[in-house]
């Protein structure tokens, strides 16, 4: 499609894309329904809706043994192999870029097309040096529902080759895809389709999950501009005036069409979302990863389906420390973790042994929960709906030790934390600490030995004490810092001890 729309001449220079557009809407209109039956145009990024997706049950897995006895995982889910060579196609097109010329990567002097050119013929015949991963794919199996697991960690590399020759043709597909809102939610809804993947297809997904690490993390493409705040503004006024939609029906439902993403082909260039839209889409759509019930049985795709979700959670937690966001993202983050943490942790039976999904994803599952709550707390003010939802969650996986041991680690590092801003005070040289090894050089000079150090022998730290000698309990401590083995102060605190003590009595 590529190379038929690249081939064609055109007198205005400026049509150069109208072959590939014409190409495109063709391959929508016809073969798109049956790759994705479940594709729906309502996605919208300008106006998303941020429903949390629900459970999905595994398919069946057809195991078979190939040429080189290796096992090989199939569905019986029709098109799908069509479908994933579709998906990897889009995604070339957003991954990093590296060109290079014909003559290094040729053989025998025959041509090799490039890889974003390649997959629309369903061969992969990449053979340059930089990109030895790749390997040739029989074009007999490339229409059949078959996946080599090793085969698929080929895609993991994070770069897109493309030749040199072909690098204006590349360019024109990109800023297609990204020219209007249209073709915007065109892409994000068949990405959202490649997070409904089944474990055995799971290296779609991941590729898909590094496009949105480059737009979320590196490089933010042009949707994810901020609009501008006059057109925001002139939008909010069509929407809450009835009068203009009574003055100019026609419009209003023509530009409500373009909102929900039902006309592709549309001429409206206003393509800024801003950063906020994009970070709920992809919170919402990746959910499904973790949605998805694992195949315990098949140890490669479960380790395949743990390593997208841990990859997924990699980016949660990079949003969490580093990017600024509104109190709807963030409200939209705790509950995507909430339901995806209910749904994989959730309590097992009576004599039910844990499943080795939830094992693994526990610590890395509940520490981002834990964290990305206090980030939260601190950035917005998060409704006490929320809180008690957060309540309901933990109190029902307390049998979950990772769990038990992340909120310890957490309450732990607040400690410190607020006593170092509230009263500017380290948790690991406590001014008592610094008391004590006075005392005890003291004592060393003058011959004796402190008491104290026979019976404890641990780090003086009350932080660390508990945590590494939970059995050993740290004596009180009475005296002051500042007063401590001052005569005259201590027979004075003596003497107020008194006095109190009677008063306690005459009263009683």
Known sequence: MVIQAASLEWKNKENRDTGFKFLFALFRQYYLPHLFPSFTKLTNLYKPVLDIPGLRPKP??????SCNNENVYTTKIPYMAARVAFIKWLVNFFLEKKYFTATQNSKNGGEVLPRIIQTVGGTVQDKNPETQNSIPSDPEKSHSNHNLL???????????????QHRAVYEM??????STRGYINFVNEVFRQAFLLPSSEISST????????????QEKPVFMEEPDVKETVQEDDNILDPSAAETDGK????????????????????????????????????????????????????????????????????????????????????????????????????????DLFAQNLAELLFRTLIVAWIRANLSVSISRELWDELLRVLSSLTDWEELITEWANIMDSLTSVLARTVYGVEMTNLPLDKLSEQKEKIQRGKGGVLELQKTVTVGRSFSLSWRNHP???????????????????????NLVRQRTTALQYLHL
């Open 150 to 164: 090793p085969e698929r960690r080929l895609s993991d590399s994070s770069f897109c080759s493309i030749e040199e």
């Open 60 to 65: 069946a897995y057809i195991s078979t043994t």
């Open 251 to 354: 419009h209003v439902c023509y530009c409500s069409l373009l909102n929900r993403g039902c006309i592709l082909e549309d001429e409206n260039k206003n393509v800024k979302a801003g950063v906020q839209a994009t970070l709920q889409v992809f919170l919402t759509n990746s959910a499904n990863v973790f949605l998805l019930e694992p195949c315990t049985e098949i140890p490669a795709l479960l380790k395949e389906q743990v390593d997208a979700c841990r990859a997924v959670l990699s980016i949660f937690r990079r949003m969490i420390m580093e990017l600024p966001m509104n109190k709807k993202t963030w409200e939209q983050m705790l509950q995507v973790l909430l339901r995806i943490t209910e749904a994989v942790m959730h309590k097992p039976k009576d004599g039910q042994i844990k």
């Open 471 to 493: 059995e050993v309990v740290e004596p009180m401590r009475f005296r002051s810092a500042t007063t401590s083995g001052v005569p005259g102060v201590e027979k004075a605190r």
């Open 173 to 178: 597909v990109q800023q297609v895809l990204l």
């Open 206 to 217: 991941e590729k898909v999950v590094k496009v949105y690490r480059k737009w979320i993390l």
